[in-house]
């Protein structure tokens, strides 16, 4: 029993220290990280989660205002927040949108 347990909790203790340090990986964020964009300041203070929120809140007023924004058109994949060729001028045109509130 002793032999069957000493592999199996080491295989849980790598299994545990692997999983925490890529969630931590996954809340840096990696883009929004200069300027004094909404989204620069949402990254600093809270991490992807953040900038998430602020870049979805952004998207919704956008759209109030009668404008088209979509995650996809700036993100080519939604896990790892990699961003289109347009992304960046369809950014300022997202913040644009903002100052026009």
């Known amino acids: 029993m002793i032999r069957f347990a000493a592999p199996l ?10 999983g925490t340090a890529g969630a931590a ?8 990280i200069k300027g004094d964009s909404p989204t620069a ?3 600093t203070k809270g991490g ?4 998430k929120k602020m870049m979805k809140e952004m ?3 956008a ?5 088209k924004f979509t995650c996809d058109g700036c993100h ?3 896990d ?12 300022k045109k997202l913040e644009a949108a903002q100052k026009t509130k």
């Open 80 to 91: 790892n927040y990699e961003l289109t060729k347009t992304a960046p001028e369809d950014f």
């Open 59 to 61: 998207v919704k007023q």
């Open 41 to 43: 300041r949402a990254c």
């Open 63 to 67: 759209k109030g205002s009668g404008q």
């Open 48 to 51: 992807r989660a953040e900038a």
């Open 9 to 18: 909790s080491a295989a849980a203790l790598l299994f545990l220290l692997t």
């Open 25 to 32: 990986d996954e809340g840096k964020c990696t883009i929004a």
């Open 76 to 78: 080519k994949d939604l």
